[in-house]
C-alpha cells in the first residue's frame, strides 16, 4: 500500500495580518478542505531587511499594505502568542501546524511552540546559522525547500543536515521560485532527480507548487512525491503578492481528493486477473 500523500495549505501571510481570517482558514482547511496540515509564516523584518530595504517603497504599491516595505511586512506579521493561539486552533480541528522561519529570532521563536515540523524557505535555505541552530534545539522534522538553489548547494545542505546526524529527519521539497510559475517551469522531473539523489539519505521529498490549478501536482506524485505544499486562500482576487499563485477552497479541496484518489491507483495488480474482472472475464470473455 503506497504512503498517503500529506498535503500542506499554506496560509503564509494570506491572513491578511488578521486573525479571524487567519481562523477562518484554518477551519476552511479542515473541515471542507481536509487538508493535514496548514502552514504559516515567521518574519521579523527589522533582523530580515537593511535599513534601506526596510524603508523602500513596496515593489508593487498596489499590494502593498504600509507606506515602506517594512510596514508591509510589519502588517502581515503575527506574534508568537498569536501563532500559539493558532496552534492550538489547528490541534482542536485535527490540522498539523508549522511554520516557515525566515530568521534567528523567528526560528528560536517557533522552537518554543514545538510544532511537528519547521520550514526553510528557499530564500534562506543557505542560511547556516539557521541550519546548525534547528539541527541542535529542535527535534521535530524540518522541511527545506530547494528553489533557486544550484545542485552543489544542494549537496552542500544534505551534508550539513547528515553531519548533525538529521538527515533522517530533513524532507526536501522540489520548487521553483516564482508567482505564479509558468507550467514550462515547473520542472516535474527534479522531483526524479532529487530521489536519486537524496532519496536514501533524507526522510522524504516533497513538491512545493506555485503554479495554476492541480494538475501539476499529481504529475509530482506520480514521480514520486510524498509531501505536497501549496498556497491558499479564501479568495484569489486579495490584495497581495502571493493570492495570485494559491488556491481557493474548493481547489484545496480537489487536490487533496484527487491526491488520495490517485495514490491509490499507483500500484501493480496483485493478481492477474482482480476479482472486479473475474465476472466480467467469465461473461465477456470468448
Known amino acids: 500500500m503506497n504512503t498517503p500523500p500529506f498535503l500542506i495549505a499554506e496560509i503564509g501571510c494570506n491572513h491578511k495580518g488578521?486573525?479571524?481570517i487567519?481562523?477562518?482558514l484554518i477551519t476552511t482547511a479542515a473541515l471542507f478542505c481536509k487538508v493535514d496540515a496548514v502552514k504559516f509564516q515567521k518574519r521579523h523584518s527589522k533582523e530580515l531587511l537593511s535599513e534601506e530595504q526596510y524603508n523602500s517603497p513596496h515593489p508593487n504599491p498596489a499590494n502593498s499594505y504600509g507606506n515602506t516595505y517594512g510596514e508591509h511586512r510589519e502588517a502581515l506579521e503575527l506574534s508568537l502568542d498569536q501563532n500559539r493561539e493558532l496552534k492550538e486552533?489547528?490541534?482542536e480541528l485535527g490540522l498539523v501546524y508549522a511554520t516557515s522561519v525566515w530568521d534567528m529570532t523567528s526560528a528560536r521563536e517557533i522552537v518554543s511552540l514545538e510544532?511537528?515540523?519547521?520550514?526553510i524557505p528557499s530564500a534562506t535555505n543557505l542560511n547556516s546559522e539557521i541550519l546548525d541552530y534547528l539541527c541542535r534545539n529542535y527535534n521535530g522534522e524540518i522541511h527545506l525547500s530547494v528553489g533557486m538553489t544550484t545542485q552543489a548547494e544542494e549537496l552542500a545542505?544534505?551534508?550539513r543536515f547528515e553531519k548533525h546526524g538529521r538527515n533522517k529527519d530533513l524532507v526536501l521539497y522540489s520548487c521553483t521560485s516564482g508567482y505564479p510559475v509558468?507550467?514550462?517551469d515547473i520542472c516535474l522531473r527534479e522531483i526524479t532527480r532529487l530521489r536519486e539523489s537524496y532519496g536514501n539519505r533524507v526522510k522524504k521529498i516533497g513538491f512545493s507548487g506555485h503554479h495554476l490549478g492541480i494538475a501539476a501536482d499529481i504529475g509530482a506524485l506520480a514521480l514520486g512525491a510524498e509531501v505536497f505544499e501549496r498556497h491558499f486562500t479564501m479568495d484569489r482576487t486579495w490584495k497581495g503578492t502571493d493570492h495570485a499563485a494559491s488556491l481557493e477552497p474548493d481547489g484545496m479541496r480537489r487536490l487533496a481528493r484527487d491526491l488520495r484518489n490517485v495514490n491509490k491507483s499507483l500500484a501493480y495488480k496483485p493478481t492477474e486477473i482482480l476479482e472486479v474482472e473475474a465476472v466480467q472475464r467469465a461473461k465477456l470473455k470468448i
Open 18 to 20: 488578521d486573525m479571524a
Open 22 to 24: 487567519a481562523k477562518e
Open 89 to 91: 486552533w489547528c490541534e
Open 115 to 119: 510544532p511537528k515540523f519547521i520550514k
Open 157 to 159: 545542505i544534505v551534508e
Open 182 to 184: 509558468a507550467f514550462e
